[in-house]
């Protein structure tokens, strides 16, 4: 949940989801990333959870193709020379 703030509400959220978000917020930090944005959260979820592989799989998609394209994209995203990741627009909405 996201309230008017912008501020996302992690206590409403299942336990799962909420490791997933800490998880991408983790990341986004660990590679000095100005913003957490969805590809954080899929790059995550593909590597952490068997269920969104298999979701991948079931679509005709190939889970670590989509891994790999993903860790591709996050070696392009702009970088910060300090601070926390803030969570971007796209990622609350």
């Known amino acids: 949940m996201v309230d008017k703030e912008g501020t996302i509400h992690l206590d409403r959220y299942a336990s799962d989801a909420k490791q997933i978000v800490a998880s991408a917020q983790q990341l986004a930090d660990e590679r000095h990333h100005t ?3 969805p590809l954080h959260l899929l790059a995550r979820a593909i590597e952490r959870d068997r ?3 298999e979701v991948f ?3 005709g998609a190939d889970p670590t193709e989509a891994s790999q394209l993903a860790e591709a994209a ?3 995203m702009a970088k910060s020379t ?3 990741a803030y969570v971007s627009a796209r990622l609350l909405d």
Do not use: H, M, S
Request: proline share 0%; aromatic share 0%; no cysteine.
């Open 35 to 37: 913003e957490v944005a």
């Open 74 to 76: 996050l070696k392009r």
């Open 82 to 84: 300090g601070g926390v």
């Open 57 to 59: 799989r079931r679509a």
């Open 51 to 53: 269920g969104v592989a």
